[in-house]
């Protein structure tokens, strides 16, 4: 839609799609890979147990995201995750990566593909839950 004052001059105006956020459906399938220092990824753990999947669920709901900012990182991520969520009944899944880095203050960063999310933080507290859960022998 524009708006064009009499002058010619004006403002376009763009309805943006604001996309449900994906955690507050329900999440199927997280697949998790610790990533090496030469930045090479390790085998592939699938997280299929509805209880662990539950507690992730809650644990990223705890993200603080900022949508707006870009963030450039040193490093490679420690974990890429990629969550497998169904959003609709009779729809495909849909999937989101995460790249994690575990920061020396014990909190965590998270880069997102779901652009709705873009990137965040998750505090200590929370981040000790998503180490232990992410990176659990199963």
Do not use: C, H
């Not at 991520?77 to 990566?97: R, V």
Request: hydrophobic share 35%.
């Amino acid at each position: 839609m524009s708006l064009i004052n009499r002058d010619g001059y004006g403002e376009v105006v763009v309805d943006v799609a604001n996309e449900e956020n994906p955690l507050e459906k329900q999440l199927t399938r997280l697949d998790v890979q610790e990533v090496a220092e030469d930045g090479s990824y390790g085998i592939e753990v699938r997280i299929t147990d509805e209880k662990t999947l539950n507690e992730l669920k809650n644990i990223f709901e705890q993200v603080k995201w900022y949508p707006t900012r870009q963030v450039l990182m040193a490093s490679r991520e420690d974990i890429k995750a990629t969550l497998f969520m169904k959003l609709e009944e009779n729809k495909p899944k849909k999937s989101f990566e995460y790249r994690i880095w575990f920061e020396k203050d014990q909190t965590a960063t998270i880069l997102s593909t779901n652009l709705m999310e873009l990137n965040g933080t998750l505090d200590k507290e929370n981040t000790e839950i998503l180490i232990e859960e992410l990176l659990k022998k199963r």
